[in-house]
């Protein structure tokens, strides 16, 4: 892990660089293409320095039984889990319209991963750094493919233990030392 690294093009983070704050949009955005836009707008005039969205590959994320199960909760976007995370999930031409936005109204864009295709995705789609969410912090295959494509990483720690973290250092630094730890 450096102490100082170049995490977007032009900012650098760490030793006594300012704080990077990334606003997690996730799904918050509900489907809906023009709320995300309001919602980059919003954290640029906030002063956010990056957008952050969560990217899933459904089909590939989960198995056919996972994605037919009833849905039924009173926020949910279908009948079944595949018909609310589809409701939710925006497509790669909805993502590369997110990031031309971010990009224009001079935000970074990027986002999370949440499967190894969605990962290969993010890189076709260039964005600046990976973030990596703390529930794949100890999927060690996954972050060695990550860490492979050689762009800097953002890994949360979540509820790891110390043990695990000295893991994932074991595993990313040979590969790529352009990381940090996010806790």
């Known amino acids: 892990m450096a102490r100082e690294f170049e995490l977007c093009p032009g900012r650098r983070v760490g030793g006594d ?3 990077f704050i990334i606003a997690e949009i996730g799904q918050n955005h509900q489907g809906d293409l023009d709320i995300a836009k309001r919602m980059i707008r919003m954290v640029k005039d906030c002063g956010a320095d990056c957008a952050k969205f969560q990217k899933s590959e459904l089909e590939y994320k989960f198995n056919k039984k996972a994605l037919e199960r009833p849905y039924t909760s009173k926020h ?3 009948k079944t889990y595949g018909e609310h995370k589809r409701h939710l999930e925006f497509s790669h031409d909805q993502y590369r319209e997110l990031k031309k936005y971010a990009e224009e109204i001079g935000i970074f ?5 949440m499967d190894e295709m969605a990962v290969e995705f993010l890189h076709e789609l260039d964005v ?3 973030k990596v969410g703390s529930g794949d912090t100890n999927n060690f295959p996954y972050l060695e493919k990550t860490a492979k494509k050689g762009r800097p990483m953002v890994i949360s720690s979540g ?3 110390m043990s695990t973290m000295h893991q994932v250092y074991q595993i990313v630094k040979p590969i790529n030392p352009n990381f940090c730890f996010l806790q």
């Open 17 to 19: 660089q300012p704080c």
């Open 76 to 78: 949910s976007w279908g």
């Open 109 to 113: 864009f990027t986002a999370s991963g």
């Open 128 to 130: 600046p750094f990976f």
């Open 159 to 161: 509820m790891q233990s």
